[in-house]
């Protein structure tokens, strides 16, 4: 099946810091990645579509300067938090849609955000 | 309006039980539905899918699901569940739109007792 990584896992940092997270496709080529948030116990809340050599489109309530997307390349998309605070501290996830799989989405492991 | 239904937060089961974990949804036209499960601290794994067909599927870890049309839903079942399966599960169906996206049902989580 197809895999997609996370990059890091986990990471700590003080507020007011910006943390970058990878998201790369190894297998497939990738288009559109999908950047989720989760809460403790919580759904997946979609936070916005990135779309490989345009502009992500963000969910309504996201707010695009605050969560940058990059996606570079047919594998990889970035999602950079800037001037992270303790709010947020979360647990995110990207995914990436396999087209000829009628669009299953092939999930990363997750990155543990945690902002002191 | 598109949208998924999980009416239970938390199911509790006896180890060798049979286990359903319900589903409904609403979208317009055929639905491209989907299970995923999420262990502790980790991403999402795909369990199944049904997109046409037998309207019972067989998925991975000895999960299968029904798509009963009439009824909109998509429950998932195991015939006998184990301690392992304790986890968050996520109901799914693809976004009618021509955005790629799915659309998520607020996840159960499911305890099952030795």
């Known amino acids: 099946g197809a895999v997609v990584s996370q990059h890091p896992s986990r990471v700590i940092c003080k507020s007011g810091t910006s943390v970058k997270i990878e998201c790369r496709s190894l297998?497939?080529?990738?288009?559109?990645m999908f950047w989720y948030r989760q809460f403790p116990k919580q759904s997946l809340m979609l936070m916005a579509t990135s779309n490989e050599g345009s502009k992500a489109t963000y969910e309504q309530g996201v707010e695009k300067d605050k969560f940058l997307i990059n996606h570079a390349s047919l594998t990889l998309s970035t999602l950079t938090v800037t001037s992270a605070h303790p709010e947020d501290s979360s647990f995110y996830i990207c995914?990436?849609?396999?087209?000829?799989?009628?669009?299953?989405?092939?999930f990363g492991p997750g990155t543990r955000l945690t902002v002191l | 309006a598109q949208s998924v239904a999980q009416p239970e937060d938390q199911v509790n089961v006896a180890e060798g039980n049979p286990l359903t974990v319900k589903c409904t949804y609403s979208v317009s036209g055929n639905p491209y539905l989907f299970w995923y499960v999420q262990y502790p601290n980790r991403g999402l794994q795909f369990l199944l899918k049904y997109i046409t067909g037998d309207n019972l599927v067989k998925g991975s870890y000895g999960f299968e699901a029904e798509f009963n049309k009439s009824q909109t839903s998509f429950h998932l079942k195991k015939p006998s569940a184990l301690v392992s399966d304790s986890a968050l599960y996520f109901c799914?169906?693809?976004?009618?739109?021509?955005?790629?996206?799915?659309?998520w049902g607020l996840g159960t989580s499911l305890a099952v007792n030795p």
């Open positions: 297998d497939f080529q990738a288009t559109t």
């Open positions: 995914s990436a849609p396999l087209a000829k799989a009628y669009n299953e989405q092939f």
């Open positions: 799914a169906v693809r976004d009618t739109g021509n955005n790629r996206k799915l659309i």
